[in-house]
C-alpha cells in the first residue's frame, strides 16, 4: 500500500503542476477574452468548444483507456490501434464539417458555420500523439506527460490571446486550440518514437479486443461530455448567445478547479486501480486517501468562490459581467459535488464496468435534460439551481450506490472521509460572510477581494490544522519519501 501511496503522490504531483499551470493559463485566458469581446462573441466561442469538445471523444474511440486496462499489448496491436484512431479521427473531422450547416441553423447563428468547420481540424491533428500519450501513461512517465502540456498549453494561450487582439474574435479560440494540439502530438511524437513506432499495419482482428471495452467507453465519454455541457446547450438555444456568455463565464470559472483536478487525479487513479483491481480493500484505502486530498483542495475553493462571487468577478472580467456573480454562487455548490465523484470513473474503468458509466451517463443526463428545461423559465440562475438540484437529488445516489456495488464502500465511510474538510469549509464560509456583510460594504473591490481571500485561507488552514492532523501528518510523510 505504501508503493501504492508513493505512485499516486509522485503522479499527482507532476499532473498536478500541468493541471494547475492550464487552469491558470485558462483563466487568463478567459479574462483577456471577456475584456475583449462582448458576451454574444463569448457565447459563440463556448457554443463552438462545446461542439467540438464532445467531437474529440469520436476520435479517441475509447481506445486510450483500454490500452491502459489490457495489461499487455503486441505490437500489431498497437499499430493496428494507432491507424484505428486515424479513421476515426477523419471520420469525426467529415462528420463536424458536415454538420456545421445545421448546427448554425439550430442556434440561429449564421457565423457558426465557418468557425465550426476551422475547428474541425483539430479532430486530424489529435491522433497524431494519442496512443504515445496513453503509453506514457502506463508507464507512470507523468514528468514528460506535465511538461509536454504545459508548453503546449502556454503556446496555444499566447496564440489565442493574439488573434482576439488582432481581431479574431469567435475564431481566436480555435487558433489556440490547433497549435496546441500540434505542438503537443509533435512533442509527444518525439519523446514517444524512442520506445515505440507504429509500422504499416491493420488488422481488424487485432483491435477487436478492444474494440467492446473502447466502445462502451467511447459511448459513456461522449455521453458525459455531453452530460457536462448539457446545460450551455441548452441556454444557447433556449435563451441564446447573449445569456449563454453569461452563463458561460460563470461555468468556466467554476469548472476549471474541478476540471485541474479531475485531469490530474483520473490520469493517476486509473492505472493505480487497474494494478490492483481485484483487491477492493486496497482501492478503498486508496480512494479514501485521494479523496481526501481533492476534499483538502476542492472546499476551499469552492466555499470561498461562493463567498467572494461578487468581487471576484468584478475583478476579473470587469462590471458588465456582474450577472455572472449570482450563477457563480450556485454553480460552486455543484464545483464540490463533482469534485467527490471524480474517482468513480476510475473505479469503473479500473473494475472493466465501462457499460455501468454509459448507462449512468444515460440516466445523469436524462435528468439533467428534464430539470435544465424547468430551470431555462427562470434564466441563467434559475438553470443553474436546476443544476444543481439534479446533481444532489438524482445522481449523487447513485454515485453512492455504485461505489457500494463496486468496491463495497459503504456512505458513512465516505461522508466521515470528506466531513472535516466540508465543516472546515462551512466555518470559513460563514466568517466572510459576515466580514463582507458588515465591515467591507463601503471598500474598493480589490482590497475587498484579497482582505477576504485573505482571512479565509487563515481560518480554513487554522481548521484543517485541527480537524484533519492525522491526514496532513501522513501526507507530509509521504512528500518527504519517507
Known amino acids: 500500500m505504501t508503493s501504492l501511496k508513493h505512485s499516486a503522490y509522485q503522479g499527482v504531483r507532476w499532473s498536478g503542476l500541468s493541471t494547475a ?56 496491436q498497437l499499430s493496428s490501434l494507432y491507424w484505428l484512431s486515424w479513421i476515426f479521427g477523419g471520420l ?27 475547428a474541425a481540424l483539430s479532430m486530424l491533428i489529435a491522433p497524431v500523439g494519442q496512443q504515445f500519450q496513453s503509453l ?30 488582432c481581431g479574431e474574435k469567435a475564431r481566436s479560440v480555435i487558433w489556440g486550440l490547433l497549435i496546441s494540439a500540434s505542438l503537443k502530438s509533435c512533442l509527444l511524437v518525439l519523446l514517444g518514437r524512442k520506445r515505440w513506432l507504429p509500422h504499416w499495419h491493420f488488422s481488424f482482428q487485432d483491435v477487436k479486443p478492444y474494440l467492446l471495452f473502447g466502445g462502451y467507453q467511447m459511448s459513456e465519454r461522449i455521453l458525459n461530455l455531453i452530460y457536462m455541457n448539457i446545460d450551455k446547450l441548452l441556454v444557447g438555444r433556449l435563451l441564446g448567445a447573449d445569456a449563454l456568455g453569461m452563463y458561460s463565464v460563470a461555468s ?14 483520473s490520469r493517476v487513479s486509473f492505472p493505480l486501480f487497474a494494478q490492483v483491481q481485484t483487491d477492493n480493500q486496497k482501492i478503498r484505502r486508496g480512494y479514501h486517501f485521494i479523496i481526501s486530498g481533492i476534499a483538502l483542495v476542492a472546499v476551499p475553493v469552492y466555499f470561498g468562490m461562493a463567498s467572494t462571487a461578487g468581487p471576484l468577478i468584478q475583478f476579473l472580467f470587469g462590471a458588465r459581467w456582474l450577472p455572472s456573480a449570482d450563477v457563480l454562487k450556485v454553480l460552486s455548490f455543484i464545483g464540490i459535488l463533482y469534485s467527490f465523484g471524480n474517482l ?29 428545461y424547468v430551470g431555462s ?6 438553470i443553474a439551481w436546476a443544476l444543481l438540484v439534479a446533481t ?59 482582505c477576504l481571500i485573505g482571512c479565509g485561507a487563515i481560518i480554513y488552514v487554522g481548521n484543517i490544522a485541527v480537524f484533519c492532523r492525522g491526514y496532513l501528518n501522513e501526507l507530509i510523510t509521504l512528500t518527504k519519501g519517507k
Not at 64 to 70: E, G, K
Not at 95 to 104: H, K, Q, R, Y
Not at 252 to 265: R, T
Not at 361 to 368: D, E, F, H, I, R
Open 392 to 450: 444532489a437529488v438524482f445522481v449523487m445516489p447513485v454515485d453512492f450506490y455504485l461505489r457500494s456495488k463496486l468496491i463495497d464502500m459503504r456512505v458513512g465511510d465516505f461522508l466521515s472521509t470528506v466531513r472535516p474538510f466540508l465543516i472546515s469549509g462551512a466555518v470559513m464560509s460563514f466568517f466572510l460572510w459576515a466580514l463582507d456583510s458588515y465591515f467591507l460594504t463601503r471598500v474598493d473591490n480589490t482590497f475587498r477581494l484579497f
Open 92 to 118: 469525426a473531422c467529415a462528420l463536424l464539417v458536415m454538420a456545421a450547416p445545421f448546427i448554425a441553423q439550430f442556434y440561429d447563428a449564421p457565423e457558426l458555420i465557418d468557425i465550426v468547420r476551422f
Open 252 to 265: 468556466q470559472l467554476m469548472i476549471k478547479p474541478f476540471s485541474a483536478m479531475s485531469a490530474a487525479i
Open 136 to 165: 506514457m501513461q502506463k508507464e507512470f512517465r507523468f514528468k514528460q506527460m506535465a511538461l509536454i502540456e504545459m508548453i503546449a498549453l502556454s503556446s496555444g494561450t499566447l496564440a489565442v490571446c493574439g488573434a482576439a487582439y
Open 21 to 76: 499551470v492550464a487552469a491558470l493559463l485558462q483563466i487568463l485566458q478567459l479574462v483577456l477574452l471577456t475584456r475583449l469581446l462582448n458576451s454574444h462573441d463569448y457565447g459563440l466561442i463556448t457554443l463552438v468548444l462545446v461542439v467540438s469538445t464532445i467531437s474529440q471523444g469520436f476520435v479517441d474511440a475509447g481506445m486510450s483507456n483500454a490500452l491502459v486496462h489490457f495489461k499487455n499489448a503486441s505490437q500489431s
Open 377 to 382: 423559465l427562470f434564466g441563467i440562475v434559475g
Open 344 to 372: 468513480l470513473g476510475s473505479i469503473l474503468l479500473a473494475k472493466g464496468r465501462a457499460d455501468l458509466g454509459f448507462w449512468m451517463n444515460v440516466y445523469g443526463l436524462t435528468m439533467y435534460i428534464v430539470a435544465l
